[in-house]
């Protein structure tokens, strides 16, 4: 099985995060964007969480929480981004004695 990359993972948690937020504060309107900033060699990785009040097809409002990522100043896609993460190493093996 493998290991989604530690980066990967904070970007989807403080997604998750921000969404819970929204969906219990009053004014979601007046809610400033969360920014994340990530560097490993001589990459930095700088993530805007956002949010856009939509509406369902059945007319029931809701947030749509998105990542814009760029590396470098360049836009980045997700998968471009895991592309360019370093390898996700084994954990070391200990003993316990």
């Not at 979601?28 to 700088?46: M, Q, S, V």
């Not at 856009?52 to 896609?77: C, E, H, W």
Request: glycine letters at 4%; proline letters at 9%; one cysteine or more.
């Amino acid at each position: 099985m493998r290991r989604e990359h530690e980066i990967l993972t904070s970007i989807d948690e403080a997604k998750k995060q921000f969404k819970h937020h929204l969906e219990t504060c009053l004014n979601p309107e007046n809610e400033p964007f969360r920014t994340l900033t990530f560097a490993w060699g001589f990459n930095i990785l700088k993530v805007q969480i956002k949010f856009a009040l939509m509406d369902s097809p059945i007319g029931f409002p809701y947030t749509r929480v998105t990542a814009y990522m760029q590396l470098n100043g360049k836009k980045i896609t997700r998968a471009q981004l895991k592309e360019v993460l370093p390898p996700v190493l084994p954990p070391i093996p200990t003993s316990n004695e």
